[in-house]
């Protein structure tokens, strides 16, 4: 495509980013989908684990293939859900909370070096493009279907 499309923009912004999430993670022993996964559970409480697919925008077969994956390696446990019989509660072992520090370090690190390229009026602007976006696929406005 010759033009710029938004669409376009988005996708290649997130690769970059992703891309440099995972080169980071590598430092950690981590990989950018575990430390996502780490910093969705609560680090007191734990989470629910049927909380954690939608929370993180995951289908339930991927996230099943990380939880396994980071509770082999130590950084969590599953427990019973005191409220619920049947759920279960994810919650971070120590190593899985020292692991949760260094992702969001790397986070903060890269949002505070985008805050010190960017205005802060552009800031609040890209997020509130970023909300509009949003609200016009969840409220289904972009495609919609028709009846034949």
């Keep these: 495509m010759k033009d710029l499309t938004i ?6 912004t997130w690769q ?37 697919g939608p929370k993180m925008g995951m289908e339930a077969t991927s996230l099943s293939r990380i939880l396994k994956n980071i509770e082999g ?8 859900n005191p409220n619920d019989g049947r759920g279960v509660l994810i919650h971070l072992t120590a190593l899985g909370l020292e ?13 505070e070096v985008v805050k010190e390229h960017v205005e802060e009026e552009d800031l609040q602007s890209f997020f509130k493009i970023v909300e509009v976006i949003n609200k016009l696929i969840s409220d289904k406005k972009v495609y919609i279907k028709t009846t034949n």
Excluded: C
């Excluded at 692991?99 to 949002?111: A, D, H, T």
């Design 7 to 12: 669409d376009y923009a988005l996708r290649a």
């Design 99 to 111: 692991k949760r520090e260094e992702s969001k370090s790397v986070v903060l690190r890269f949002n």
């Design 73 to 80: 390696k130590g950084y969590i446990q599953r427990k019973p």
């Design 16 to 52: 970059a980013v992703s891309k440099m999430y995972n080169e980071e993670a590598k430092n950690y022993g981590l990989t950018m989908a575990i430390g996502f996964t780490l910093l969705s559970i609560d680090p007191k409480k734990g989470t629910p684990s049927t909380a954690l």
